[in-house]
């Protein structure tokens, strides 16, 4: 795969030539032809253009009415809930499991709804240390959201491993992107146990090749899992045909499962048998783990990595949200993100010479959003917000805008473009604090 990603040494792809000559015009034509524009309806959207469904995603009506019911479901059944709801709340899990699976490319038993990224991970990767020699440690990115490396740091200290030695880091070369050949190059089979990598980077939106990393790590019997938090939802996944081992996901940003929703993980069945490091009683065999025994039999599929008893209300919303996102279907979703996506670069490519694209521009290596990189990137970020376009900023110069297939049409995206310009050419976001703190 080519990895050369260099914004400044690419050209704007023919895709995307001069879409900014016929205006607003070109953004309703192809809004006229998205299959897709009916669904924003089904979503309680903010007044402003909301471009931060890679962070948060907004509430739907399908996820309001399932987090109803479930409310309901408590006042009228009390306990009985757990057996009789449907679906029942013992179950709630791995239901949700058998609805995320297809996002996936998984089977239903491979996937569950628990825990979220950062737990899951703790989960995963002490099971599969577990698994490793010794002394094998594990190869992440130096771009890799934070919370992953705290997690992984913290699981090779439980067991005297010294991060210093054990944690293995990838570095970018131009900041934004890690090449597939230098992830390759850094499976070294007498140091690595597993390579753990995200699906889509945070901050640049830079899509992994999952399969081919995956092929890799096991011709050196690596183990290799995924973060999938920036992914699902957003890009189809095929796990199980690439022999993934392990992944790991949240479902608040694409999945639109609600603030702190439930998360997802997915173990490979040939993994099945295998003891959860860090059991607990809900990953017990679900037939009798009310025979209260004091050993541990784990579920032989992807439940028996739930440690706790599922938490109801940031579970029932997913059940909702997931309905949507099958009327849809992940591959409508993923060609429309690419159109939005593709067109946004051209736009600001066309529009805003002070601005930077960091985002790759082969659709093949892009997730769900663009990085808009600027100097005063927090200024603008915070302009913008005032102005009308709710976006985020990551340090040190991105400006993050995701137009969410569901609920984002070209039109709002032109728009964001014209506002980002306004602000701009008027420097008005100057008489903004630099200093980046709090919730950014
Ligand atoms: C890539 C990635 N990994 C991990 C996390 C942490 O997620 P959680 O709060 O679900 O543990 C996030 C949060 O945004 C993330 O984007």
């Not at 439940?303 to 997931?322: C, D, E, K, M, R």
């Not at 051209?346 to 600027?374: F, K, N, Y």
Request: charged content about 25%; some cysteine; hydrophobic content about 35%.
């Amino acid at each position: 795969m080519e990895d050369d990603n260099s914004p400044q040494t690419q050209s704007v792809d023919s895709n995307s030539s001069a879409v900014n000559a016929s205006g607003v015009e070109e953004a309703r034509k192809r809004d006229e032809g998205d299959p897709l524009s009916g669904f924003s309806t089904h979503f309680s959207l903010p007044d402003e253009l909301y471009l931060e469904g890679n962070s948060l995603g907004p509430l739907s009506d399908a996820a309001e009415a399932r987090l109803e019911e479930a409310i309901e479901q408590w006042r009228t059944l009390g306990i009985e809930g757990w057996s009789e709801a449907d679906p029942s709340w013992f179950w709630y899990g791995e239901r949700l499991g058998e609805k995320l699976a297809p996002l996936l490319g998984a089977s239903p038993e491979e996937c569950v709804a628990t825990g979220t990224t950062t737990t899951n991970i703790h989960a995963t990767i002490s099971t599969f240390l577990d698994k490793c020699d010794d002394d094998k440690g594990i190869l992440v990115n130096d771009l890799d959201f934070p919370s992953d490396h705290y997690a992984i740091r913290g699981q090779l200290r439980q067991r005297g491993l010294d991060p210093e030695d054990h944690l293995h880091i990838v570095e970018s070369r131009d900041g934004r992107t890690i090449e597939t050949d230098d992830i390759i190059a850094a499976m070294d089979e007498n140091d690595i146990g597993i390579v753990f990598m995200p699906g889509v980077l945070y901050r640049s939106g830079q899509l992994f090749d999952i399969e081919t990393i995956t092929r890799e790590a096991h011709e050196r019997d690596i183990y290799a899992g995924f973060d999938l938090a920036h992914s699902v939802g957003a890009v189809p996944h095929d796990l199980s045909a690439h022999g993934v081992d392990f992944a790991v996901w949240c479902s608040y940003k694409y999945l639109n499962g609600g603030p702190g929703a439930v998360g997802g993980l997915y173990i490979n069945e040939r993994h099945f048998g295998t003891m959860p490091s860090l059991a607990g009683w809900w990953g017990h065999e679900k037939e009798t783990q009310f025979d209260m025994e004091l050993e541990f039999t784990p579920a032989q599929s992807a439940g028996g990595w739930q440690i706790t008893a599922v938490p109801l209300f940031s579970s029932a919303p997913l059940l909702g949200s997931l309905e949507l996102v099958h009327e849809a279907g992940i591959e409508p979703i993923r060609e429309k993100s690419i159109e939005l996506t593709d067109y946004l670069i051209a736009l600001v490519d066309e529009q805003l010479e002070d601005c930077t694209v960091g985002t790759p521009r082969d659709s093949a290596r892009r997730g769900g959003h663009v990085a808009i990189e600027h100097p005063d990137a927090y200024q603008v970020s915070q302009a913008l917000r005032d102005s009308g376009a709710i976006v985020d900023y990551r340090e040190p110069n991105v400006i993050r805008a995701c137009p969410a297939p569901l609920y984002v049409s070209f039109e709002e995206t032109y728009e964001f473009v014209q506002l980002l310009d306004e602000i701009l050419e008027s420097e008005s976001y100057k008489s903004y604090e630099s200093d980046a703190s709090g919730v950014t």
